[in-house]
């Protein structure tokens, strides 16, 4: 999973180093992109459902859907997560998405859509490994996104079956 760093306040660079990726156990990476502080609640949140259902990835993602959902409290959080372990990445929304990603290529930000683009047009060529395609793809939205920068923060599972599952949060 590689994320950028910078943040954003309306049309204005604020910070260009932020950590938009953490590691939640040693098996689990989750990356957000939306509000710096509805992000962190929602990682608090996530790291709970983990103890709840340790080793469950999908269970602990749609617990949390669920929660940001009806829960009066947490529906106003604005933020988008991507919560990746070693067999399966989930993209969690508060719209009560909790959507299992089936090709490989997922991305999250400003930057998404030119990222996941990118990653997907990067999939056919040979001798890119995932870290490679997903490095290459945050460079091509950051060149075409204002609000997706050059610093980049890396994180990466081994993979079980295909060495071709990169994962791009901005």
Same mark, same amino acid.
């Given at each position: 999973?590689?994320? &950028?760093?910078?943040? +954003?306040?309306?049309?204005?660079?604020?910070?260009?180093?932020?950590?938009?990726?953490?590691?939640?156990?040693?098996?689990?990476?989750?990356?957000? =992109?939306?509000?710096?502080?509805?992000?962190? =609640?929602?990682?608090?949140?996530?790291?709970?459902?983990?103890?709840?259902?340790?080793?469950?990835? !999908?269970? /602990?993602?749609? +617990? !949390? =859907?669920?929660?940001?959902?009806?829960?009066?409290?947490?529906?106003?959080?604005?933020?988008?997560? !991507?919560?990746?372990?070693?067999?399966?990445? @989930? !993209?969690?929304?508060? $719209? %009560?998405? @909790?959507?299992?990603?089936?090709?490989?290529?997922?991305?999250? %930000?400003?930057?998404?859509?030119?990222?996941? +683009?990118?990653?997907?047009?990067?999939? &056919?060529?040979?001798?890119?490994?995932?870290?490679?395609?997903?490095?290459? /793809?945050?460079?091509?939205?950051? &060149?075409?996104? *204002?609000?997706?920068?050059?610093?980049?923060?890396?994180? *990466?599972?081994? $993979?079980?079956?295909?060495?071709?599952?990169?994962?791009?949060? &901005?």
């Amino acid at each position: 999973m590689i994320g &950028d760093g910078q943040i +954003s306040l309306g049309h204005t660079v604020f910070k260009t180093n932020a950590r938009k990726i953490r590691r939640i156990q040693d098996n689990v990476i989750c990356g957000f =992109a939306g509000s710096a502080a509805d992000c962190l =609640a929602l990682l608090e949140l996530l790291e709970k459902e983990f103890e709840k259902h340790p080793g469950q990835t !999908l269970r /602990a993602c749609l +617990s !949390l =859907a669920k929660q940001w959902r009806t829960n009066k409290i947490h529906q106003t959080l604005q933020a988008d997560m !991507l919560v990746s372990d070693k067999e399966i990445t @989930c !993209l969690v929304d508060g $719209s %009560g998405n @909790c959507i299992e990603i089936e090709s490989g290529v997922v991305a999250i %930000g400003s930057g998404g859509l030119y990222a996941q +683009s990118a990653a997907t047009a990067l999939l &056919d060529v040979h001798n890119m490994d995932a870290e490679q395609i997903a490095r290459k /793809a945050m460079n091509i939205a950051a &060149d075409l996104c *204002v609000y997706t920068n050059h610093t980049h923060m890396v994180e *990466v599972l081994d $993979s079980i079956e295909s060495p071709y599952q990169p994962i791009i949060q &901005d």
